[in-house]
């Protein structure tokens, strides 16, 4: 079955869920890249970058940059998950 954006955006938002349990709101990308994205096909990747895309103009991750690419979870992301 081919992941559609909306359950894209939820299994995002689920493992934020997870690390909120770690007290921890920020996702590696290279842990996403390798957990997730791995698992898509070629039309999934596509929809996955829209998806993130999405989720930050709703202000609800937003994107670090350091070392590595991050995606953060905003406060009103917090409270979603919450």
Same mark, same amino acid.
């Given at each position: 079955?081919?992941?559609?954006?909306?359950?894209?955006?939820?299994?995002?938002?689920?493992?934020?869920?997870?690390l909120?349990?770690? @007290?921890?709101?920020? $996702?590696?990308?290279?842990? /996403?890249?390798?957990?997730? /994205?791995?698992?898509?096909?070629?039309?999934? !990747?596509?929809?996955?970058k !829209?998806?993130?895309?999405? $989720?930050?103009? !709703? @202000? /609800?991750?937003?994107?670090?940059? @350091?070392?590595?690419?991050?995606?953060?979870?905003?406060?009103? @992301?917090?409270?979603l998950?919450?």
């Open positions: 079955m081919i992941k559609n954006k909306k359950m894209i955006k939820r299994d995002i938002l689920d493992k934020f869920r997870t909120n349990a770690e @007290g921890n709101y920020i $996702l590696p990308f290279s842990q /996403l890249e390798s957990d997730y /994205l791995a698992d898509l096909d070629a039309e999934e !990747k596509k929809i996955f !829209k998806a993130i895309n999405e $989720l930050i103009s !709703k @202000g /609800l991750v937003e994107n670090t940059k @350091g070392s590595e690419h991050n995606l953060r979870l905003t406060p009103k @992301g917090v409270d998950i919450s």
